[in-house]
């Protein structure tokens, strides 16, 4: 996930089984983590891996500072990732909190340095899915209509001043305030602190208190607020890729297979695939099973 602000959502990995190999070099073990489209990345990968012939099990880690140095070992074999994001985490891994950026909206570009940073840390990224899991803003769809939006740029062609639904953290990060203003020209008056795609930060735009909530490209909640999503037509968010990221010495095995789920899944697929989970209350392991089935992949 990106930004700004949504990149820095925490990672909270779920408790799973682990093999029962008698070595490392035996157990080919998914890292997955705590939130909805994790488990549901995670569990493609493992469904995928299983029908190519690499059993494959479910491990636990509580985040990604934790889990990082467990896939250079090789006692996480794969784990599903954000290109940007996991960019950005080696590059200040290596070169300080203060390092200058690598990633950029430029996928080919921000997967090309990600596997740069990667490779002396003994690791490797897969194909990227067209799957994006991004900053993404969204009004009222009775703003977007009185306002006639479709994009982020038709808000700041509005003139109207907006505040902003989101994280403290908005004044100051590129992707959200700053940047809305500098690349849309779109007037914000100020941020109303309620968190980033929180329940009470949705309410506070469907109410009309705020005008623009900060979410992620992958809310399957929107609906339920009568909200939707203003396209970011100049890409000002950085390419945020799902794909998977494995142990190099692993890689031969296990990159052929999961790197079938990246010409497939697309954006809409994962919103919708969090949305029964998140909503219908199906289990992760079978919105995968239904998913991959669906895609002939398994």
């Known amino acids: ?32 983590a705590g939130f909805t489209e994790s488990e549901i990345l995670a569990q493609m990968y493992k469904q995928l891996l299983d029908k190519g012939g690499v059993k494959a099990s479910i491990k636990t880690v509580k985040n990604r500072e934790l889990y990082e140095p467990e896939l250079e070992k090789g006692k996480i074999a794969v784990v599903p990732e954000y290109a940007a994001t996991m960019a950005e985490f080696l590059n200040r891994k290596k070169n300080g909190p203060d390092a ?15 596997n740069t940073l990667a490779g002396p840390a003994g690791l490797k990224s897969g194909e990227p899915s067209q799957a994006v899991d991004q900053n993404a803003f969204a009004v009222t769809k009775d703003f977007a209509a009185k306002y006639n939006l479709k994009t982020l740029s038709d808000l ?30 779109i007037k914000v008056s100020g ?5 980033v795609g929180t329940t009470a930060a949705k309410q506070a735009v469907k109410n009309g208190s705020d005008q623009l909530v900060l ?5 399957a909640t929107l609906d339920q607020f009568g909200l939707v999503v203003l396209a970011d037509d100049k890409k000002l968010q950085n390419a945020d890729n799902v794909l998977p990221v494995v142990n ?20 809409e697929d994962l919103t919708a695939l969090n949305k029964q989970v998140d909503e219908d209350r199906k289990k992760p392991a079978d919105v995968a099973k239904a998913y991959l089935k669906s895609k002939n992949l398994i």
């Open 156 to 185: 700041g062609k509005a003139g109207v001043d907006v505040k902003i639904a989101a994280g403290e953290e908005c004044k100051t990060r590129p992707f959200c305030a700053p940047g809305l203003e500098k690349t849309y020209g």
């Open 191 to 195: 941020v109303d602190p309620l968190g």
């Open 1 to 32: 996930m990106t930004v700004g602000v949504a990149a820095g959502l925490s990672l909270v990995f779920l408790v799973g089984a682990t093999g029962c190999s008698s070595s490392d070099d035996d157990k080919t073990t998914v890292g997955s």
């Open 100 to 114: 200058a950026p690598v990633a950029s909206p430029d996928v080919t570009a921000t997967v090309a340095a990600l």
């Open 248 to 267: 190099s010495g692993k890689a031969d095995k296990i990159l052929p297979l999961v790197n079938k789920l990246a010409p497939v899944l697309t954006t």
């Open 215 to 219: 979410t992620t490209s992958t809310d």
